[in-house]
C-alpha cells in the first residue's frame, strides 16, 4: 500500500502538467495545420473535458467519464482538422490529423498509471470508433478514404495501446530503486539494538506477565474496582491471561468470535463498556465492566478488563482516565511480548539443532559400536567365557546409553500442541518415561479452557520434564505422581515419587534442580522440594496464586508396564 499510494501521489501532478502541455502543442499546431481559428473549438471542447483531471482526479465517476469525453473528442477532432487542412491545401489530410492525435495519449496514460488496464482498452475502443466517425462525417471532404489519415490514426492507436499495457514497467521507472534485502545483516542490527535497548530498561526486565500486573497496579489508583485482568493473543485465535487481581478467580471469555465487549474492544480497538461479567460464567447483581484495547501503532496486542460489582462505575472521565494509563504500557507490552517470541524462537530452534546433531552424531555412532560388540561376541572362541561375560556387560551398558540418548531426543522434540494444551504434553512426557522404566503413573489433571502464555507453558513443560527424569533416574521409585493444575494465570506443576529421596548426592541430579529454580525463576514462578512421606521427594513449581473457582478434576492412573 504505501507503494501504490507513493505512485499515486505522482500521478496527479504529471496528469496536469501532460494535459496543460499538450492543449498548447495542439493549439498550435491546429492554427499551423489549418490556419482556421474555428477549429479551436476542439481545443477548447478538450479544456472542457479535462477539467475533471484538474479538478476532481480521484473522483470515481467523473474522472473516468472526462477520460472518455477527451479521446472520443480527440477523434472526432482528427478528422474535423484532417478534412480542413486537406481543404486549405496547408497539409494532407494526414499531417492534418497528426496535428490533435498526440493528446491522445494525455488519457491513455493516466487511467495506465492508475492501473485501470480494462479503462485503458475501453478508452482505446472509443478512440478508434470516434476516429471513423470524424473521418466519415465532418468536414467537407471525407479524410477516411485517405491513406495518409489511416495511417496517422493506426499509429497513434497503436501508441495508445503499448501506454496502456506498458503500465506496469512506468510504474517502476517512476519507483525509487529497492535497496537488495539482506536479512541476516538486518537481524543482526535489530537483535543488537534489542539487547541494547532491554538492558537500558528500569529493571531491565522484559517480561509480559510484570508489566501486566504493575499495569494492573497503576489501574487500581484511576479505576478501582473489584476484578481485572490483562489478556493477549496466543495460537489458536485465542487469548490467554497474563495477569489477574480479585478475590475470585474469573474464567474469562478468550475467545474473539464470541457476543462480548470483549470481541468488540478487539475488533474495533475502542474501549468498550458493558452491564455484564466478562467472565464466561454469570455474576449475580450489578456488574460493570470496561475493556480497553492495548493497541501498538496498528495492531491490537491485548485487552485490559475492569470489573466493579455496582452499576455504572466507568463513566467517560474514568474511562479517559484509564486510556491514558493503558497507551503508553501497551508499547511496553508488545516489546516484551515481541522478545518472548525471540526467546522462544531461539531455544525451540537450538533445541531442534541438538536434538539432529545427537541423533544423526553420536547415536549413530553408539549403534554402531553396538554393532561390533555383537560381532565379537559371534566371533568368540569356545571356553571364553570370562570375555563373552565382559563384553555382555558392555552390550548391556550401550543399550543403556543409547536407551538414554532416545529419551533425550524425544524431551528435546517434545513440545506443547496449542490445540492440546499443557496436561496433554506432560502426560505423553510421563507416559513414555514412565513406560521405559517400569514406573506406574498417576495423573491428576486440573486445567482450564483458558491457556498460558506459550512461552510459560513451555518452561513448566520443562520444569516436569526434568522432574520426571529425575526421579526415573536417580530416585528408584516404583510409582510417580503427576499433578497439573492450570488456572491462568495461576498454574501448579507437582511431581512425587516413592523413591530413596536425596540420600544419593549425585552432582547431576543437583544440577537438574539447579536448572529447574533458573526455569521457574525466568517465568517468576517458585520452586519447592520437600520429602515425601513415607519415602521418596515432591517437587512442584507454582505460577501466580491460586483462587476460588470451581472445578472439576480427572484423575487417572498409567497401567503398569507388563511384569510389573
Not at 418 to 440: C, F, K, M, P, W
Amino acid at each position: 500500500m504505501p507503494v501504490l499510494a507513493s505512485v499515486s501521489s505522482r500521478v496527479q501532478p504529471l496528469a496536469v502538467a501532460a494535459r496543460v502541455i499538450m492543449l498548447v502543442l495542439v493549439a498550435a499546431l491546429t492554427l499551423i495545420a489549418t490556419q482556421d481559428l474555428a477549429q479551436l473549438r476542439w481545443i477548447a471542447l478538450l479544456v472542457v473535458a479535462a477539467l475533471p483531471a484538474f479538478l476532481a482526479p480521484e473522483h470515481p465517476i467523473l474522472a473516468p467519464l472526462g477520460r472518455f469525453a477527451e479521446v472520443a473528442i480527440v477523434g472526432l477532432a482528427a478528422g474535423s482538422i484532417a478534412a480542413a487542412a486537406d481543404v486549405s491545401n496547408t497539409v494532407d489530410a494526414g499531417f492534418g490529423a497528426e496535428a490533435v492525435l498526440p493528446y491522445l495519449a494525455v488519457p491513455l496514460l493516466s487511467a495506465a498509471l492508475r492501473r485501470r488496464p480494462t479503462e485503458g482498452a475501453a478508452l482505446l475502443g472509443v478512440a478508434a470508433v470516434s476516429m471513423v466517425a470524424g473521418g466519415v462525417w465532418l468536414g467537407e471532404v471525407s479524410p477516411i478514404s485517405q491513406p495518409g489519415f489511416l495511417a496517422a490514426c493506426g499509429q497513434w492507436l497503436v501508441l495508445g495501446a503499448i501506454v496502456t499495457f506498458a503500465a506496469d514497467t512506468m510504474r517502476q521507472l517512476m519507483q525509487p530503486p529497492e535497496p537488495t534485502p539482506q536479512p541476516y545483516a538486518e537481524a543482526t542490527r535489530l537483535l543488537t539494538q534489542l539487547r541494547s535497548v532491554a538492558r537500558s530498561l528500569p529493571g531491565a526486565t522484559l517480561d509480559p506477565g510484570g508489566i501486566s500486573e504493575h499495569l494492573l497496579e497503576e489501574l487500581r489508583l484511576v479505576a478501582p474496582g473489584d476484578r481485572s485482568a490483562v489478556l493477549s493473543t496466543s495460537g489458536g485465535g485465542r487469548l490467554v491471561v497474563l495477569a489477574q487481581t480479585g478475590a475470585d478467580r474469573v474464567d474469562w471469555e478468550t475467545t474473539l468470535d464470541s457476543d462480548s465487549a470483549i470481541a468488540d474492544a478487539w475488533a474495533t480497538q475502542q474501549p468498550q463498556v458493558a452491564g455484564r461479567s466478562q467472565g464466561r460464567s454469570s455474576r449475580r447483581g450489578e456488574v460493570s465492566s470496561l475493556v480497553v484495547p492495548l493497541v501498538a501503532g496498528v495492531r491490537t496486542i491485548g485487552l485490559v478488563i475492569l470489573e466493579a460489582d455496582v452499576a455504572n462505575a466507568y463513566p467517560s472521565s474514568v474511562v479517559f482516565d484509564v486510556t491514558g494509563v493503558t497507551e503508553p504500557a501497551a508499547i511496553r507490552l508488545e516489546a516484551a511480548l515481541l522478545f518472548d517470541d525471540v526467546r522462544s524462537l531461539a531455544t525451540n530452534e537450538e533445541r531442534q539443532r541438538l536434538a539432529r546433531e545427537i541423533h544423526d552424531g553420536v547415536a549413530q555412532e553408539l549403534v554402531m559400536v553396538g554393532y561390533g560388540i555383537d560381532n565379537a561376541q559371534a566371533t568368540l572362541p569356545e571356553g571364553a567365557e570370562e570375555t563373552a561375560e565382559e563384553l555382555r556387560t558392555l552390550r548391556n551398558e550401550v543399550t543403556r546409553v543409547i536407551t538414554e540418548l532416545r529419551l533425550s531426543l524425544f524431551e528435546l522434540r517434545s513440545e506443547v500442541d496449542r490445540n492440546g494444551g499443557l496436561a496433554a504434553a506432560i502426560a505423553e512426557y510421563a507416559r513414555t518415561l514412565g513406560t521405559s522404566a517400569g514406573l506406574r503413573v498417576h495423573f491428576t489433571f486440573d486445567e482450564s479452557t483458558a491457556r498460558l502464555p506459550a512461552a510459560t507453558e513451555a518452561e513448566l513443560l520443562r520444569i516436569a520434564q526434568e522432574a520426571i527424569t529425575n526421579a526415573r533416574k536417580h530416585a528408584g521409585a516404583s510409582n510417580l505422581w503427576v499433578t497439573c493444575t492450570v488456572d491462568p494465570p495461576y498454574a501448579e506443576i507437582e511431581v512425587s515419587d516413592d523413591g530413596k529421596g536425596f540420600a544419593d548426592d549425585r552432582p547431576d541430579g543437583r544440577y537438574g534442580l539447579t536448572i529447574m529454580a533458573e526455569r521457574a525463576e525466568r517465568i517468576r514462578g517458585r520452586l519447592k522440594i520437600t520429602p515425601r512421606h513415607p519415602s521418596g521427594t515432591t517437587v512442584a513449581v507454582v505460577l501466580g496464586s491460586p483462587g476460588k473457582r470451581d472445578s472439576v478434576r480427572d484423575s487417572v492412573s498409567a497401567p503398569a508396564p507388563e511384569g510389573e
